[in-house]
């Protein structure tokens, strides 16, 4: 069964970098039917899809964010990476990675998501 | 402002019928697949609807999608307490080259 857990610091202060690992287990990211997605939900508000990646490294990503973000795959390991930079208070939220369907581009299965706080 | 437009809240009583809308542009909704989402907070979001009308394994006949246009429409019958929950659309953007979700749609079953 396909799982996916995201891990990475809780807690980033302002300004910094914000580092987030999505390990995937029960199939490989090199399946090239599918692309690799970050999406959060910040505090009370809707999902914003981030970006994603596939195996080949050919992402894609949110305009409004484009440039502060780095999403990579590491088939190796099995795991897929987001990197954002210059972090403020508006990047507080569940950060979610998630399986999406090449073509298609529905979303399952989403992994249990995790908190980021920006705080100093 | 989210790029797909759905109304913030509906409401309906248990047994009853509810439908929630998705409107978006050509650029989108109108050329590429919608999906759709119930998502409680502190859960995971779940698929419930793929490929405009596909329902994934497990989820009941009760919730259905649709397509026309530029606009989507996720229907639930049968109501039930249960199935309140926040409910998203999603599709990707052929203009932002990049996926979209709407604000969301706060289902209270009365």
């Known amino acids: 069964q396909l799982q996916l857990q995201e891990s990475g610091p809780g807690l980033v202060k302002p300004s910094e970098t914000l580092s987030l690992r999505c390990i995937v287990s029960g199939d490989s990211i090199s399946d090239g039917n599918y692309y690799w997605a970050w999406i959060r939900q910040p505090p009370g508000r809707g999902l914003e899809w981030i970006g994603n990646v596939d195996y080949k490294q050919l992402t894609f990503q949110n305009p409004s964010l484009k440039n502060r973000v780095t999403i990579s795959a590491d088939t190796s390991n099995n795991q897929v990476s987001l990197t954002m930079t210059s972090v403020t208070a508006a990047d507080e939220a569940v950060y979610y990675c998630?399986?999406?369907?090449?073509?298609?581009?529905?979303?399952?299965?989403w992994g249990q998501g995790t908190l980021v706080t920006v705080s100093s | 402002q989210s790029v797909l437009t759905q109304p913030p809240s509906v409401s309906a009583t248990p047994g009853q019928k509810v439908t929630i809308s998705c409107s978006g542009s050509?650029?989108?909704?109108?050329?590429?697949?919608v999906s759709w989402y119930k998502h409680l907070p502190g859960t995971v979001p779940k698929l419930l609807i793929y490929e405009n009308d596909r329902r994934p394994s497990g989820i009941p006949d009760r919730f259905s999608g649709s397509k026309s246009g530029t606009s989507a429409t996720l229907g639930i019958t049968e109501l039930q307490t249960g199935d309140e929950a926040d409910y998203y659309c999603g599709t990707w953007d052929n203009s932002l080259n990049a996926g979209v979700f709407g604000g969301g749609t706060k289902l209270t079953v009365l």
């Open positions: 998630a399986r999406q369907r090449t073509g298609m581009d529905w979303h399952d299965p």
């Open positions: 050509s650029a989108n909704i109108g050329s590429k697949y």
